[in-house]
């Protein structure tokens, strides 16, 4: 069982939808991530949020819109996707952004057409 | 340019050992980290290690050389359970995790 919940588990979106992916976590961690794993691929940290403050944004496109209203809980807002958006995405977090380890959601499957 | 290999794709027994390898080249070093993703799942913490030597944690075992960039994740009696994806990452200088792109860890009976 984890501590990072992520809804939804699936998600099929055609290019000009507006969806939201939810996280949430039960562990008390102060830093919350979202990275994308696409197939045989590392994973590709997105962003990165630190108290609440978003301290990384790894020149993600502004199709994809983060949100953290506190330190539990992260959105990614999505709009006007790309099919080369399709792939899984994780929620993590942890204890601080310099604190190890990581722990992470089992992820949304994405798959935009 | 920052960059962890690992390979694609190892096959092993039941019952047996495998050893899945990880090399590294990054700006800097603070340590390094094992992952195990079953299909569909979450990534789920397996070692750390930040010194040189063998970490050993039931039947898992983690390895560390610095001077070599190089590291190697021990799976000793392999149950079919532990076919899984398994993620080798760095934290460079800057703090910044580096990961691979995973060996898939098949188990035959």
Same mark, same amino acid.
């Given at each position: 069982? #984890? $501590?990072?919940?992520?809804?939804?588990?699936?998600?099929?979106?055609?290019? #000009?939808?507006?969806? !939201?992916?939810?996280?949430?976590?039960?562990?008390?961690? /102060? @830093?919350?991530?979202?990275?994308?794993?696409?197939?045989?691929?590392?994973?590709?940290?997105?962003? &990165?949020? /630190?108290?609440?403050?978003?301290?990384?944004?790894?020149? &993600?496109?502004?199709?994809?819109?983060p949100e953290c209203p506190n330190s539990s809980h992260l959105f990614l807002h999505l709009h006007t996707l790309q099919p080369e958006d !399709? @792939?899984?995405?994780?929620?993590?977090?942890?204890? $601080?952004?310099?604190?190890?380890?990581?722990?992470?959601? /089992?992820? #949304?499957?994405? #798959?935009?057409? | 340019?920052?960059?962890?290999?690992?390979?694609?794709?190892? %096959?092993? %027994?039941?019952?047996?050992?495998?050893?899945?390898?990880? %090399?590294?080249?990054?700006?800097?070093?603070?340590?390094? =980290?094992?992952?195990?993703?079953?299909?569909?799942?979450?990534? %789920? =913490? *397996? +070692?750390?290690?930040?010194?040189?030597? *063998?970490?050993?944690?039931?039947? =898992? +075992?983690? =390895?560390? +050389?610095?001077?070599?960039?190089?590291?190697?994740?021990?799976?000793?009696?392999?149950?079919?359970?532990?076919?899984?994806?398994?993620?080798?990452?760095?934290?460079?200088?800057?703090?910044?995790?580096?990961?691979?792109?995973?060996?898939?860890?098949?188990?035959?009976?």
């Open positions: 069982e #984890t $501590g990072v919940t992520q809804t939804p588990r699936h998600l099929v979106m055609g290019m #000009t939808n507006k969806k !939201s992916l939810k996280c949430e976590q039960h562990l008390g961690h /102060n @830093a919350m991530y979202w990275y994308k794993q696409s197939a045989k691929k590392p994973l590709e940290l997105m962003f &990165v949020y /630190n108290f609440k403050e978003q301290t990384e944004n790894n020149s &993600v496109p502004s199709r994809f819109s !399709s @792939a899984l995405y994780l929620c993590a977090s942890s204890q $601080g952004q310099e604190s190890p380890p990581l722990h992470f959601g /089992n992820g #949304t499957r994405l #798959t935009v057409t | 340019g920052q960059n962890i290999d690992q390979p694609t794709e190892m %096959t092993a %027994t039941e019952g047996a050992i495998v050893q899945i390898n990880c %090399t590294y080249q990054t700006s800097g070093f603070n340590g390094l =980290f094992w992952y195990q993703q079953h299909a569909g799942e979450a990534p %789920t =913490f *397996l +070692s750390y290690n930040v010194l040189d030597g *063998l970490e050993e944690k039931g039947r =898992f +075992s983690s =390895f560390l +050389s610095r001077s070599k960039g190089y590291s190697y994740l021990l799976l000793k009696e392999l149950q079919m359970k532990d076919s899984a994806s398994y993620l080798c990452a760095v934290r460079d200088s800057n703090y910044q995790l580096i990961w691979g792109a995973g060996t898939k860890l098949i188990i035959k009976p």
